[in-house]
């Protein structure tokens, strides 16, 4: 179901890393900070689509850049380089954080971004015009915000995405309460700023970089549940999510762009509907039919929606998960795409469940087509006795879990990953942090020092401009996108 031509459509953002490294709060978080990133980055270097770049600033008494905006994907020696370099830096010092120096790392990356543009003009698309900045920091969200609306209340923000902000704190784990939103009337009078808080560790790290890093676009792909029967059609619109990175995308048999088997189309802009065929009873549903990757769907948060309708919908969602919940039962529906004039589409069915969440589970589903008919025998009524006692045994000297964690097992995919990929990079080669572009950049390499890569700088817009002037930004408000939830 995936072409090449859908993937070319979906967007790719540049994205900009700002991590501030001022004491004390770098010393706490430098060893688990850096861990994390090399196991995501070398994810990102492997699944990432070609024109996926990254930058990484760093923040201390001033800004500056380790990393030039640089295609992930091939390119993980690079991204090892810099974070040996980051972790080289100190984590002692005087702890002085001086004014405006995280807006002026934004800035520098917007302009970074600006010059890349210029040099390579003729292969420009919108999506490639904006970035995305995440702010990495021990301080608290509200300071850093502060600082922000300072250094940006008169800069132009027309090519800013989207404007992230990640307090690590090891207060959320002491309060046992969940991730605080950034309270009514606290957000920033500059730009839309969405605040997360994590954990001090490695996986909770972990956990926000793959969901920053691996988001294949800006906005959730639209899926939509139709039921025709009855006096009219109810149609239940729904966001995407994927729970799972396609192990096949990690040994090159996919696309970065689009998981393999999944029920989706690969395009994130074309809305997807299924049209639900039946009810079935989730135990008379064998495990042995399902196929592909797992899909969640959530209420849709779509800004094109008014607020009237996203309630609408978020109450029949929430209905849905409901019924489905306390009958035990599941949806079984097919997609409903128009065939050629040559030949009709292949339906793709799935099966939609609900679990003890406000969410619902869309599995790709057998067909008659993709059965393979086999007579397995019975059980036999009567065991034999020293076999039975031997299994026994055994499986009483096994550990038991009454769920399944996956956090708990580990394929040291990361380490293969690390080093498979290096091989296949020459690091004596000249590497260019600036590749397919052309004009005034160059590296150059001295024995016993650090590789820079210089850019031509660009003045920066005069003040006065218009701070929420974007250029058609299909990114809306995050304050907009986001319905609060409701008690069912």
Same mark, same amino acid.
């Given at each position: 179901?995936?072409?090449?031509?859908?993937?070319?459509?979906?967007?790719?953002?540049?994205?900009?890393?700002?991590?501030?490294?001022?004491?004390?709060? *770098?010393?706490?978080?430098?060893?688990?900070?850096?861990?994390?990133?090399?196991?995501?980055?070398?994810?990102?270097?492997?699944?990432?689509?070609?024109?996926?770049?990254?930058?990484?600033?760093?923040?201390?008494?001033?800004?500056?850049?380790?990393?030039?905006?640089?295609?992930? !994907?091939? @390119?993980?020696?690079?991204?090892?380089?810099?974070? /040996?370099?980051?972790?080289?830096?100190?984590?002692?010092?005087?702890?002085?954080?001086?004014?405006?120096?995280?807006?002026?790392?934004?800035?520098? /990356?917007?302009? &970074?971004?600006?010059?890349?543009?210029?040099?390579?003009?003729?292969?420009?698309?919108?999506?490639?015009?904006? $970035?995305?900045?995440?702010?990495?920091?021990?301080?608290?969200?509200?300071?850093?915000?502060?600082?922000?609306?300072?250094?940006? &209340?008169?800069?132009?923000?027309?090519? #800013?995405?989207?404007?992230?902000?990640?307090?690590?704190?090891?207060?959320?784990?002491? =309060?046992?309460?969940?991730?605080?939103?950034?309270?009514?009337?606290?957000?920033?009078?500059?730009?839309?700023?969405?605040?997360? $808080?994590?954990?001090?560790?490695?996986? =909770?790290?972990?956990?926000?970089?793959?969901? *920053? #890093?691996?988001?294949?676009?800006?906005?959730?792909?639209?899926?939509?549940?139709?039921?025709?029967?009855?006096?009219?059609?109810?149609?239940?619109?729904?966001?995407?999510?994927?729970?799972?990175? @396609?192990?096949?995308?990690?040994?090159?048999?996919?696309?970065?762009?689009?998981?393999?088997?999944?029920?989706?189309?690969?395009?994130?802009?074309?809305?997807?509907?299924?049209?639900?065929? !039946?009810?079935?009873?989730?135990?008379?549903?064998?495990?042995?039919?399902?196929?592909?990757?797992?899909?969640?769907?959530?209420?849709?948060?779509?800004?094109?929606?008014? *607020?009237?309708?996203?309630?609408?919908?978020?109450?029949?969602?929430?209905? #849905?998960?409901?019924?489905?919940?306390?009958?035990?039962?599941?949806?079984?529906?097919?997609?409903?795409?128009?065939? =050629?004039?040559?030949?009709?589409?292949?339906?793709?069915?799935?099966?939609?469940?609900?679990?003890?969440?406000?969410?619902?589970?869309?599995?790709?589903?057998?067909?008659?087509?993709?059965?393979?008919?086999?007579?397995?025998?019975?059980?036999?009524?009567?065991?034999?006795? @020293?076999?039975?006692?031997?299994?026994?045994?055994?499986?009483?000297?096994?550990?038991?879990?009454?769920?399944?964690?996956?956090?708990?097992?580990?394929?040291?995919?990361?380490?293969?990953?690390?080093?498979? #990929?290096?091989?296949?990079?020459?690091?004596?080669?000249?590497?260019?942090?600036? &590749?397919?572009?052309?004009?005034?950049?160059?590296?150059?390499?001295?024995?016993?020092?650090?590789?820079?890569?210089?850019?031509?700088?660009?003045?920066?817009?005069?003040?006065?401009?218009?701070?929420?002037?974007?250029?058609? @930004?299909? =990114?809306?408000?995050?304050?907009?996108?986001?319905?609060?939830?409701?008690?069912?």
């Amino acid at each position: 179901m995936f072409s090449r031509s859908a993937a070319e459509h979906i967007s790719v953002y540049p994205r900009v890393l700002v991590l501030d490294v001022n004491p004390p709060g *770098w010393a706490v978080v430098k060893s688990v900070l850096c861990e994390a990133l090399s196991n995501v980055l070398c994810l990102g270097a492997a699944t990432a689509q070609p024109g996926e770049r990254l930058s990484i600033y760093t923040v201390r008494e001033r800004h500056q850049c380790l990393l030039p905006l640089l295609d992930m !994907r091939g @390119n993980l020696f690079r991204l090892q380089r810099c974070l /040996s370099e980051l972790k080289t830096l100190p984590v002692e010092g005087c702890g002085a954080l001086r004014n405006r120096t995280l807006s002026m790392a934004v800035l520098d /990356s917007l302009q &970074q971004n600006k010059q890349r543009m210029l040099h390579n003009s003729s292969g420009a698309t919108l999506h490639s015009c904006l $970035v995305e900045v995440t702010i990495v920091s021990t301080r608290p969200g509200r300071e850093l915000i502060c600082d922000l609306d300072d250094g940006l &209340q008169d800069a132009d923000l027309s090519t #800013l995405r989207r404007l992230l902000v990640l307090h690590i704190s090891s207060e959320l784990e002491e =309060s046992g309460s969940p991730e605080p939103e950034t309270p009514p009337g606290q957000g920033s009078h500059v730009y839309d700023i969405d605040s997360h $808080v994590a954990l001090p560790d490695v996986l =909770s790290l972990e956990i926000f970089f793959k969901s *920053w #890093l691996l988001e294949r676009s800006g906005e959730k792909e639209k899926c939509h549940l139709v039921f025709s029967e009855g006096a009219s059609d109810l149609e239940v619109m729904c966001d995407v999510n994927r729970p799972l990175l @396609n192990p096949g995308l990690l040994l090159g048999e996919g696309d970065g762009a689009h998981p393999r088997g999944s029920a989706l189309t690969a395009n994130p802009r074309v809305t997807q509907a299924f049209k639900v065929i !039946r009810v079935v009873s989730l135990s008379g549903v064998c495990g042995s039919m399902f196929y592909g990757l797992p899909t969640i769907l959530t209420p849709t948060a779509c800004w094109e929606l008014d *607020w009237d309708q996203l309630e609408a919908n978020q109450d029949y969602f929430h209905a #849905l998960c409901h019924c489905l919940q306390s009958q035990q039962n599941a949806l079984v529906a097919c997609s409903t795409q128009l065939g =050629s004039s040559s030949a009709p589409s292949v339906l793709s069915h799935v099966l939609v469940s609900a679990a003890d969440s406000a969410a619902l589970l869309l599995r790709p589903i057998a067909v008659r087509e993709l059965v393979l008919i086999m007579k397995l025998p019975p059980l036999p009524p009567t065991m034999a006795e @020293n076999a039975l006692q031997r299994v026994q045994d055994v499986l009483r000297s096994l550990d038991t879990d009454t769920l399944y964690n996956p956090l708990q097992m580990s394929s040291n995919l990361y380490c293969h990953l690390q080093a498979a #990929l290096t091989q296949t990079q020459n690091p004596r080669r000249h590497i260019s942090t600036t &590749q397919g572009t052309a004009g005034p950049s160059r590296q150059v390499n001295f024995p016993g020092r650090k590789a820079r890569a210089t850019i031509a700088p660009l003045h920066f817009a005069a003040p006065g401009l218009s701070k929420r002037k974007h250029i058609e @930004n299909d =990114s809306p408000s995050p304050k907009r996108r986001f319905l609060c939830d409701k008690e069912v």
